[in-house]
């Protein structure tokens, strides 16, 4: 990404996380029969949430965290042609921990 973007307070910039476009058994789902993914990876973050006081609380997730959210949550945007994310922090269900990136997976996949 050659633009740099930095969220503003408690937002989030997150990239989609694709799953394989092939289930057991070899059949191949079209794209206008997948539904987006829910999953995604945190690209940036503002720098946290202001009070009344104007204290600033950071956020809960961080740059390179793989998390999930609603179906219908956040703004997509292009930068530089590639389809991002932003969100408030709020719209986050969860950070999910232990599971491995896209790319080792069908490594993985391809071993077995």
């Not at 057991?24 to 945190?42: F, H, L, N, Y």
Request: hydrophobic content about 35%; charged content about 35%.
């Amino acid at each position: 990404m050659a633009t740099k973007f930095t969220p503003l307070h408690d937002r989030i910039l997150v990239k989609r996380i694709e799953e394989q476009e092939t289930v057991r058994g070899g059949i191949i789902i079209p794209d206008t029969a997948k539904e987006k993914p829910q999953e995604g990876e945190v690209i940036a973050v503002g720098k946290g949430k202001i009070n009344e006081d104007g204290k600033v609380f950071p956020l809960d997730v961080k740059h390179g965290d793989r998390i999930l959210f609603g179906k219908y949550a956040g703004t997509e945007v292009k930068i530089d042609g590639e389809e991002f994310l932003i969100m408030k922090e709020d719209e986050v269900l969860g950070i999910v921990s232990g599971a491995s990136k896209p790319a080792e997976r069908e490594k993985a996949g391809a071993r077995r």
